[in-house]
């Protein structure tokens, strides 16, 4: 199991954009699965974006076309960069992982999109 870090959250505002970090403790080379929940208050945690071993890259649909996934196996870090972000984007955003049948996740970063 990896320990997992986000940074890169905040207070914007809507039409802005956030790029997230998230740096592993070991390497993400192997991992079956990279990706990029949310969870907002009241709401279940949902998938943002992942990369898979196979190289897709499902996204939710509420943000296709704003959000762009991508890692730095080098560098053993995944990124969540978002573009055009809106007042329901708020959330508290988590890295997750998953080699096999372990999986392991971040402690978590707000992104708040406010006026």
């Known amino acids: 199991q990896v320990q997992l870090v986000e940074s890169g959250g905040g207070l914007v505002q809507p039409g802005g954009s956030l790029r997230l970090s998230c740096l592993a403790s070991?390497?993400?080379?192997?991992?079956?699965?990279v990706g990029w929940y949310r969870q907002a208050p009241g709401n279940q945690r949902e998938l943002v974006a992942a990369?898979?071993?196979?190289?897709?890259?499902p996204y939710a649909d509420s943000v296709k076309g704003r959000f762009t996934i991508s890692r730095d196996n080098a560098q053993n870090t995944v990124y969540l960069q978002m573009n055009s972000l809106k007042p329901e984007d708020t959330a508290v955003y988590y890295c997750y992982t998953r080699y096999r049948a372990t999986a392991s996740w971040g402690q978590g970063t707000q992104v708040t999109v406010s006026s």
């Open positions: 070991g390497s993400i080379f192997n991992m079956d699965v």
């Open positions: 990369i898979t071993r196979g190289g897709s890259t």
